[in-house]
């Protein structure tokens, strides 16, 4: 489901409020996607980007976040 307000979420490495994840990403949070029985998103759409959020799972459970932009060609 697509969510248009923020919902925290985190790892065993960190935990992700709105302003933390706005001040990693350098950019105004718009939206989520978050699956069902899900804590942890897909997709989030700021304002200039969609973010991949991507698992990085080993020993901990982790992620990355893989900024993509949302009109490349005004970049």
């Given amino acids: 489901m697509i969510l248009n307000e923020w919902k925290d979420f985190g790892t065993d490495a960190a935990f ?3 302003e933390s ?5 350098g950019d105004a949070f718009e939206a ?3 699956e069902d029985g899900k804590e942890i998103p897909n997709y989030i759409w700021t304002k200039q980007y969609v973010v991949v959020i991507k698992p990085n799972t080993r020993m ?3 992620v990355s976040f893989v900024k993509v932009p949302r009109n490349p060609g005004s970049c």
Wanted: overall charge negative; glycine content about 0%; aromatic content about 22%.
């Fill in 21 to 25: 994840f706005e001040k990693e990403i």
């Fill in 32 to 34: 989520m996607y978050l």
């Fill in 60 to 62: 901990i459970n982790d």
């Fill in 16 to 18: 992700y409020s709105l």
